[in-house]
C-alpha cells in the first residue's frame, strides 16, 4: 500500500523518466492518472461514450509512442492534452456521416422512447418540446468549429471557468475568452440563420 501511495506523490516527469529507463510499470501509473481527464477531454469533442474512449486510447498510445520526446521541463499534463486534443482533431476529421434507423411513430412506441425524458408532472409533449429544444441546441453547437464546440462546452456543460479551459486546453486564457465570444456570436448566426 506505501508503494502505490508513494506512487501517486510523483511528479509526471519522474515518473515519464521511470518509463525511459525502461521501468515497465511506471507508464501505467501515467495511464492511471489521467485517464479519467482525457476521457472527459475527448469526450467534450465527440459527444459519444464509445468514440471518447477510443481518442482516449490513441492519446495514451502517441504519447507512449513520442515519450522520449516529451520535454521534462514541461508540464506532462499540458502536453497530454495536446495529444488527446490533436487525436480528436484527427478522429473528427476521419468520421464517415451516421446513418440512422427510422423509429416507428406509434403513440405507444413515441411514449416508451420519451419516457426516460419525463421529468415529473410534465406532460410527454413538454418533455418532447424540452428534448427537442436542447437537441435543437446540440446540433447547432455541433456544427460550430471544433475549438469553439469545446470551449463552449466545457464552460456550460461542464461548468469550468476560463483558467480550468485554458489549463485544459493548454491555451492562454485570452484566447479561451475569445473562442467563448466568438463562439456564442457563431452560434446566435446558427440558430437565427
Known amino acids: 500500500m506505501n508503494a502505490s501511495f508513494g506512487e501517486n506523490e510523483k511528479a509526471d516527469s519522474e515518473i515519464v523518466q521511470e518509463s525511459l529507463t525502461g521501468d515497465t510499470g511506471a507508464f501505467a501509473v501515467l495511464v492511471e492518472r489521467h485517464l ?4 472527459k477531454f ?3 469533442y465527440v459527444r459519444d461514450t464509445a468514440e ?13 509512442k513520442h515519450l522520449k520526446k516529451f520535454d521534462m521541463e514541461k508540464n506532462f ?11 480528436s482533431l484527427d478522429f473528427i476529421k476521419k468520421k464517415k456521416p451516421l446513418v440512422f434507423s427510422r423509429i416507428a411513430e406509434s403513440e405507444d412506441e413515441l411514449a416508451s422512447l420519451l419516457a426516460p425524458y419525463t421529468e415529473e408532472g410534465e406532460s410527454q409533449a413538454q418533455a418532447m418540446d424540452r428534448r427537442m429544444l436542447k437537441t435543437g441546441l446540440e446540433k447547432a453547437i455541433n456544427k460550430l468549429p471544433p475549438p469553439y464546440q469545446t470551449v463552449l462546452s466545457l464552460r456550460y456543460n ?9 489549463k485544459k ?7 479561451v ?3 467563448h465570444r466568438r463562439g456564442l456570436l457563431m452560434l446566435r ?3 437565427v440563420g
Do not use: H
Open 36 to 39: 479519467s481527464a482525457v476521457y
Open 42 to 44: 475527448a469526450y467534450c
Open 52 to 64: 471518447a474512449e477510443d481518442i482516449a486510447q490513441e492519446t495514451f498510445m502517441r504519447a507512449w
Open 77 to 87: 499534463k499540458t502536453w497530454l492534452f495536446a495529444i488527446a486534443k490533436n487525436a
Open 158 to 166: 461542464d461548468n469550468l471557468k476560463f483558467v480550468e479551459i485554458a
Open 169 to 175: 486546453l493548454g491555451e492562454p486564457v485570452d484566447t
Open 177 to 179: 475568452k475569445s473562442r
Open 189 to 191: 448566426e446558427v440558430l
